[in-house]
């Protein structure tokens, strides 16, 4: 594996279209090129931001750089979900299936719960999806998750267990939540995934690839987040640092983070680092490198 010469880290969101003034909650973008880091970039939409994407894969492959773009949100769900859902196990069905059933429009006006809904009348009794604006609709989306029983499919993956995520991809609302930017996160990944020479860590073939795609937690840098922000947007100071840590990790460390897998990986995915938050920590306090 050749060294990544550019960082992305992406934070994405479900949210509606954010104003025209830099802000949190927003879609943020973190980069680091040639160990530099760049000024975070503030996109107010998921388009802008996918328009932001595609313009940097082709920018970094015309300048032959290769790229590590990695993003804040679930690349796969518990295994057995896509089965259940696609009837096969291939994470790359269930992103199809997902994307041929989201909307997305430009002021951020989206049909997650509807979706979510949907796929929750797959399985019986309530859930696997919970957590929603109000208690009245999307009435086959349990506001809280009190009565559901994960026993189709488990209810977190073998990573977030291992990086101690706050979060299930199944829960839609109450901070901290992740399910809603799976659901408007995978139909870009979907279509970025299509470009030429963009490979999926960890489901494809990717070690000689020119753009890799990747999941990641900014949870795992959460202490140097936290002492690094001291004003300023939280989303932005996390992308910078985020990007930062990756670029300072060895290259042949983060070979074997992204090599060292457990087979529920190819189903679920993996999040980068996960089991190793102290090294990458580490990176971004800018103290010792990752062994």
């Known amino acids: 594996m050749t060294a990544f010469d550019t960082l992305l880290v992406a ?5 509606k279209r954010r104003p025209a003034r830099p802000s949190k909650d927003a879609i943020w973008l973190g980069v680091v090129r040639n160990g530099v880091a760049q000024d975070p970039i503030y996109c107010r939409a998921r388009q802008e931001a ?17 790229m590590l773009a990695t ?11 896509a089965r259940h859902l696609t009837g096969c196990d291939d994470p790359f069905a269930l992103w199809d299936w997902i994307s041929a059933r989201i909307t997305d429009a430009p002021d951020g006006t989206n049909n997650r719960y509807d979706v979510a809904e949907t796929m929750n ?14 208690q009245t609709d999307w009435p086959g989306v349990p506001y809280r ?5 994960y026993d189709a499919v488990p209810e977190r993956r073998v990573c977030d267990l ?21 659901l408007m996160g995978l139909p870009t990944l979907n279509r970025l995934r299509a470009r030429p020479g963009v490979a999926v860590w960890p489901f494809q073939a990717w070690q000689d690839a020119p753009v890799v795609l990747a999941e990641i937690w900014p949870g795992l840098i959460e202490p140097a987040v936290k002492a690094a922000q001291t004003d300023g947007i939280r989303d932005a100071v996390q992308v910078r640092l985020l990007a930062t840590a990756l670029s300072r990790v060895p290259a042949a460390t983060l070979r074997r983070w992204m090599t060292d897998l457990p087979s529920a990986a190819r189903e679920e995915a993996w999040i980068l680092g996960a089991g190793h938050a102290a090294d990458l920590l580490a990176c971004a306090e800018d103290t010792d490198a990752a062994a």
């Open 50 to 66: 996918e328009a932001q994407i595609t313009a940097l894969i082709d920018a970094e492959r015309a300048a032959g750089r290769r």
């Open 71 to 81: 993003f804040d949100f679930p690349f796969g769900y518990p295994r057995g979900f």
């Open 121 to 134: 009348a797959q399985f019986d009794g309530p859930g696997p999806f919970w957590g929603k604006p109000n």
């Open 11 to 15: 934070d994405w969101s479900a949210g």
């Open 162 to 182: 291992a990086a101690k995520a706050s979060s299930s991809c199944f829960q839609l609302a109450f901070p901290p939540t992740v399910g809603g930017q799976i």
């Open 145 to 149: 998750k009190t009565g559901i029983n």
